[in-house]
């Protein structure tokens, strides 16, 4: 029990963090970290060391972040969400034609936010991590699975696809309306208080 308490102590803040990212709901992110706890604190003594425990502790995380998905069955039925919501959405940004949504509106249309090496520092600045954070939190629970996928995460394309059982399509809708959502965010909670 004594290095479980160490871990926490190390580590809890840590993965408390990245559930959050991942789910944007402080009580799920408490109960997802104390159930990544209770199971390490089962399998102690199948932990051989081979890698760190923070990553040890990660590598459950993430797999309780994949249940809790699954369970709740946030992506099911993504394609009628997406349809459902897609002229909303594209009215939010973009001017419509007769025949579909076409030039960004002007307050819609992306902004330069830096010059390139202010944004480069900028990016190592906490400030601008916490509102990323937030702003991630904003994205919408049926979009954020992938965006932090994809973005956080890495991952390819064709893993996510059949990791959250989505077709290629729906993944790039999704892809999309997530950083027009983060960008429309930063903008107006970041960079147009910094300018």
């Not at 308490?5 to 990245?18: C, K, P, R, T, V």
């Amino acid at each position: 029990m004594h290095i479980i308490s160490e871990w926490i102590s190390a580590h809890g803040d840590f993965l408390y963090s990245y559930a959050f990212l991942k789910t944007g709901n402080k009580e799920t992110s408490e109960d997802l970290v104390q159930e990544t706890l209770i199971s390490a604190y089962k399998s102690v003594d199948g932990f051989k060391g081979e890698s760190s425990p923070k990553t040890w502790l990660m590598s459950i995380l993430k797999y309780k972040i994949i249940d809790y998905y699954r369970k709740k069955e946030v992506l099911k039925n993504s394609e009628s969400y997406l349809n459902e919501t897609e002229n909303e959405f594209n009215a939010s940004f973009f001017e419509e034609t007769s025949t579909s949504f076409a030039h960004w509106k002007n307050e819609s249309a992306p902004k330069t936010w830096l010059s390139e090496d202010v944004a480069d520092s900028a990016l190592l600045n906490k400030e601008i991590l916490e509102w990323i954070q937030f702003c991630i939190s904003k994205v919408p629970i049926k979009l954020r699975p992938v965006f932090f996928a994809k973005y956080m995460e890495e991952r390819d394309a064709e893993e996510i696809c059949k990791e959250f059982g989505i077709s290629p399509t729906n993944y790039w809708v999704m892809l999309h309306r997530s950083k027009l959502l983060m960008r429309a965010c930063l903008e107006k909670h970041y960079y147009e208080k910094k300018s």
